[in-house]
C-alpha cells in the first residue's frame, strides 16, 4: 500500500509539460561596462593576504604603489568593456581590444588562449552560474559569471592559485550593462496635417532604455 502511495504522488512530476528538472539558463548577453570604483584586483586582494602576514611599512609603501598602477590601467584594460553573445552551447566574449574567446558549456574541453596564459579547461552552467575552470601553467584559475537579479549588473568573480606565502586569492569585478541606443525616428509629417491640440510628441523619452 505504501509504495502504491508512493507512485501516485510521483506520477504528476512525470507528466510536467518539458524537462521539470532544468533550470533556464540566464541570457549574459548585452554590452558590459566595468564599474572601477567598486571592483576589485588581484593585486590589492594579495596586499591583504600579504600584510596579514607582515606590517611592514616599506612593504605596504610598495604594495600600495603597484595596486595604484594596477588600479589606474584597469580603465584602458581589455576587461574594461565587454560584448557578450549567447546561444545554448556557447558564450562568446569580445574584449574592447578586439581580440575574442569562446566559452563552450557543453563540457567540451576549452581552446588554449597564449595571451590569458589558458592551456586548456571547461565550462558549465550551475543554475543560474556559469562557472568556468581555466588550466594555466601556475594552477586552475576558476571564475564565476553571475547576472544581477535585475539582469543589470554582471558579477566576475575569480580565484587563482597565486602560490606562496598568498595561497588561493579570489576578487570581483562588476559591470553595469550598457543602454541600448536606438536613433530617434522622426514621425512628425507622416499621417498628414497634425491635428490642433495634439502636437506634443509625448514620449521621446524612450531612447535611454535599457530593455
Known sequence: MRSTCALLLALPLLFLPGDSFAQEVPDLSGTWVLDEANSETPREKARERALERSDNPRARQRWERAETRERESMESAPFARLTLTQDEEVVNVQYRDGRS???????????????????GGRARWEGP??????????????????LSDDGKRLFVISEIQAGEPFGNISYRRIYDREPSRHPAVDTSGQDGPEDEGEGDDGGNDDDDDDG
Open 101 to 119: 574567446r569562446s566559452i563552450h558549456t557543453d563540457g567540451r574541453e576549452l581552446e588554449p588562449d597564449q595571451t590569458r596564459g589558458i592551456v
Open 129 to 146: 552560474r556559469l562557472v568556468v575552470e581555466n588550466d594555466t601553467p601556475r594552477g586552475q584559475r576558476i571564475e564565476q559569471w553571475e
